[in-house]
């Protein structure tokens, strides 16, 4: 009996581990939520359908440079006295709702705390 969890979750070991070979399938495997069903069992139909189940070290390389792009274009403002939320949008070329929606908890009628970073890109 070989069991394999991901944070508490079974999943059908065939995913990762070719048991007649006695090999691990990739070296990188992408674990799908679907994979999480205790009725998903792993059975490619085609070599294709295997091969999507894993990415490849171009994608993931692609992948971390898409996040460290999109990292590298946030912009944080700190709120001094005197801010509001319209000010920050207008100095920061966005709108009052797109800095909303960046940051959790913040409403177009929250009273700002001078000193609290918040995202505006």
């Not at 070296?27 to 091969?51: A, W």
């Not at 949008?89 to 409403?107: D, P």
């Amino acid at each position: 009996h070989f069991e394999t969890r991901y944070c508490g979750h079974a999943f059908d070991p065939e995913w990762i581990i070719d048991f007649e070979r006695g090999e691990l399938r990739k070296n990188v495997f992408v674990l799908k939520r679907s994979y999480l069903s205790p009725y998903s069992r792993y059975v490619p139909e085609t070599i294709d359908d295997e091969e999507e189940l894993y990415l490849t070290e171009e994608q993931i390389k692609a992948e971390e440079e898409r996040i460290a792009r999109e990292k590298a274009a946030m912009k944080y403002h700190t709120i001094r006295a005197g801010d509001t939320l319209s000010g920050i949008a207008v100095k920061y070329g966005t709108s009052v709702s797109k800095i909303c929606s960046l940051n959790s908890g913040l409403k177009p009628t929250t009273t700002l705390s001078i000193g609290r970073k918040i995202r505006v890109k």
